[in-house]
């Protein structure tokens, strides 16, 4: 039995491109489409349906994030994450060896070497091995392989519904080395947290532990800003990646922590 919703029914927001307003892009927030978050679009660089998807690229300010590995990790693998973000933070890192992404959309990284040439630039990296197919179907061939495993995939509609579901995260299981890790994208626990449950008790029947953390992204509907950042330097570049961050990131309100059943602590 499948824990995801129906989408048979026509969300009751429009969503895309001067759906809301013109000039502005407007994103549902929700599985069910019943909230949105709409932004003011500077120029579109490129509107295109693929095979798989709606691919648009606009231009306005933004800010840059940053994340860890664990120390040990050497061998990454990337599901999904066809911008290329995923894969330029990734072959930073001194310590991993190499990177295998597969990308179900060839168009996306096309796209984005295209238009978003600071994000993709981990395409153009030694470390990386590129393939273009269905995720799920290339982790079932790949046992005991992967140190770190991140599934950077859309919302669980259309080819990517069967990465939030129980074969996938046994595929993945199977696919790490021990001591390895996964880190998925999670939805928003504001919009999406009966699914977020079921997803939760799900990996626990797989993985001996399982966890949940959130940050802030504001382009995400749903999301929340709340940064105090200070330079002697007009130039400087502030990253949002701190260990502080990192721990913060696991500290949910709890109400949503006992909705999710995820234990509590006085610290």
């Given at each position: 039995?499948?824990?995801?919703?129906?989408?048979?029914?026509?969300?009751?927001i429009?969503?895309?491109?001067?759906?809301?307003?013109?000039g502005?892009?407007?994103?549902?927030?929700?599985?069910?489409?019943d909230?949105?978050?709409?932004?003011?679009?500077?120029?579109?660089?490129?509107?295109?349906?693929?095979?798989?998807?709606?691919?648009?690229?606009?231009?306005?300010?933004?800010?840059?994030?940053?994340?860890?590995?664990?120390?040990?990790?050497k061998?990454?693998?990337?599901?999904?994450?066809?911008?290329?973000?995923?894969?330029?933070?990734?072959?930073?890192?001194?310590?991993?060896?190499?990177?295998?992404?597969?990308?179900?959309?060839e168009?996306?990284?096309?796209?984005?070497k295209?238009?978003?040439?600071?994000?993709?630039?981990?395409?153009?990296?030694?470390?990386?091995?590129l393939?273009?197919?269905?995720?799920?179907?290339?982790?079932?061939?790949?046992?005991?392989?992967?140190?770190?495993?991140?599934?950077?995939?859309?919302?669980?509609?259309?080819?990517?519904i069967?990465?939030?579901?129980?074969?996938?995260?046994e595929?993945?299981?199977?696919?790490?080395?021990?001591?390895?890790?996964?880190?998925?994208?999670g939805?928003?626990?504001?919009?999406d947290?009966?699914?977020?449950?079921?997803?939760?008790?799900?990996?626990?029947?797989?993985?001996?532990?399982?966890?949940?953390?959130?940050?802030?992204?504001?382009?995400?509907?749903?999301?929340?800003?709340?940064?105090?950042?200070?330079?002697?330097?007009?130039?400087?570049?502030?990253?949002?990646?701190?260990?502080?961050?990192?721990?913060?990131?696991?500290?949910?309100?709890?109400?949503?922590?006992?909705?999710?059943?995820?234990?509590?602590?006085?610290?």
């Amino acid at each position: 039995m499948s824990i995801l919703p129906s989408y048979s029914v026509q969300p009751p927001i429009e969503f895309g491109m001067d759906a809301f307003k013109k000039g502005w892009f407007t994103e549902t927030g929700t599985l069910n489409g019943d909230q949105a978050l709409s932004i003011q679009v500077d120029e579109v660089l490129y509107h295109e349906k693929s095979k798989y998807q709606d691919i648009l690229v606009f231009n306005r300010n933004d800010n840059i994030l940053a994340f860890k590995f664990p120390s040990k990790s050497k061998k990454v693998l990337i599901i999904g994450g066809g911008d290329g973000g995923a894969v330029r933070e990734a072959v930073k890192h001194p310590l991993v060896e190499s990177v295998t992404m597969c990308e179900i959309d060839e168009k996306v990284v096309e796209v984005s070497k295209k238009y978003l040439p600071f994000m993709a630039k981990g395409f153009d990296s030694p470390k990386l091995t590129l393939f273009f197919g269905d995720g799920a179907e290339f982790i079932r061939n790949h046992q005991n392989e992967f140190d770190v495993i991140i599934t950077d995939s859309s919302d669980p509609k259309g080819p990517a519904i069967c990465l939030f579901q129980k074969p996938y995260y046994e595929s993945l299981k199977k696919a790490l080395k021990p001591g390895g890790i996964i880190a998925s994208q999670g939805e928003s626990f504001w919009f999406d947290s009966k699914l977020l449950s079921e997803m939760i008790k799900m990996c626990r029947e797989i993985f001996p532990v399982v966890d949940y953390g959130s940050s802030y992204v504001p382009t995400y509907p749903g999301g929340q800003i709340g940064y105090l950042c200070c330079s002697m330097s007009p130039d400087t570049n502030f990253r949002y990646y701190t260990p502080d961050i990192h721990q913060a990131a696991f500290a949910l309100p709890l109400a949503i922590a006992e909705t999710l059943d995820l234990k509590w602590e006085m610290k």
